[in-house]
């Protein structure tokens, strides 16, 4: 287990930006894939995007085209550029390791994403 603290949520008006970050503390997403999740209220937990260890990419179909995956290694920080949110967004964030397709660790605290006039 290595703990991951995730940041960067908030209020935004739908169109908007908001960029995660996930930052681990030590050197894990040059090792192993990493993906970002999310739970909206009353849903279940669903992974939005996932990186490999070589940096290739895969989202959702509902991100596509809106949200960006990305990894510094040196810096051991996942994140997830967020653009053109929309009210179904709205949901906790989450970030986690992923080994053999599945979540790798307990989760953290996420963070909340909210999309709203």
């Known amino acids: 287990q290595v703990p991951l603290v995730v940041s960067g949520g908030g209020l935004v008006q739908p169109g908007g930006s908001l960029r995660l970050s996930c930052v681990a503390s030590?050197?894990?997403?040059?090792?192993?894939?990493a993906g970002w999740y999310r739970q909206a209220p009353g849903k279940q937990r669903e992974l939005v995007a996932d990186?490999?260890?070589?940096?290739?990419?895969n989202y959702a179909d509902s991100v596509k085209g809106r949200f960006t995956i990305s990894k510094d290694n040196a810096k051991n920080t996942l994140y997830l550029q967020m653009n053109i949110l929309k009210p179904e967004d709205t949901a906790v964030y989450y970030c986690?390791?992923?080994?053999?397709?599945?979540?790798?660790?307990?989760w953290g605290q996420g963070t909340q994403v909210t999309v709203s006039t």
């Open positions: 986690n390791v992923i080994v053999g397709g599945r979540p790798a660790f307990s």
């Open positions: 030590r050197i894990i997403f040059s090792i192993y894939a």
């Open positions: 990186i490999t260890s070589g940096g290739s990419t």
